[in-house]
Structures are given as structure tokens and as C-alpha cells.
């Protein structure tokens, strides 16, 4: 795999210099780990990897860049982001950000505080 022509592929089709940089830097760490010639061997690396979907998506997504720039057709696993639950932040944390805000943002952040509502 030729990652330069990868990337001069991506800069022609008007991909962002930081998704090209990202990209880049993905199809290294595949071509580190496995056969990137093979896409079962990619597919089967990426399905072992211990990390989280929207990585596995990531890493995807990166050589289905270089299947697109050497026009070949590969069957695309599907991995699918999910949104992590929030967690309201603790009571000292609430308070310095209150002590500490400009006046107006004090109000705001202590009427949130004491009626649990947006402002």
C-alpha cells in the first residue's frame, strides 16, 4: 500500500487536510498490524481489535479510502457509534464554577443549579 498516492487521491477529490492527515495516520497503524492487500485480512484484524466502534468505524472508513483510490470493490463491515450517557457534574465542581464566573454567568449557573432547569 502507497499511502502518498492514497493521499494525493483524497486531496484531488477535495478531502479536508485534516481528514487526510487522519486517514493517513489510520492506514499506517493498519499497515503496521496487518496485510492491507487483503481485505478479509483488514476486516478480520479490525473486528479483533479491542476498542471502541466509532475506532473500528475509523479505521474503516480509512481503508475504504484506499479501496477507492485504487478502484476496487470490497464488502464493508458496518460498525455503528453509540452516544455515551452524560453525567451531570458534582455539587463542589458546580459551586467553583458558580464563585468563580463573571456575574450574569454566576446567575445563569445558580439558577441551573437550584431549580435543575436551563435557565
Known sequence: MNIVNVM????RNAYQESTIAKVAKLLRHL?????????EEVKLYVSKKTCSDAHKEN?????ACYMKSINQEWE???YQR????RRAPKEPLIDFLINHARLEM????????????RP
Open 8 to 11: 494525493l487521491w483524497m486531496k
Open 106 to 117: 454566576s446567575l445563569k449557573l445558580s439558577m441551573s443549579k437550584d431549580l435543575g432547569e
Open 76 to 78: 464493508q463491515p458496518f
Open 82 to 85: 453509540y452516544s455515551k450517557k
Open 59 to 63: 479505521l474503516i472508513e480509512a481503508y
Open 31 to 39: 499497515q503496521g498490524n496487518c496485510n492491507t492487500v487483503e481485505p
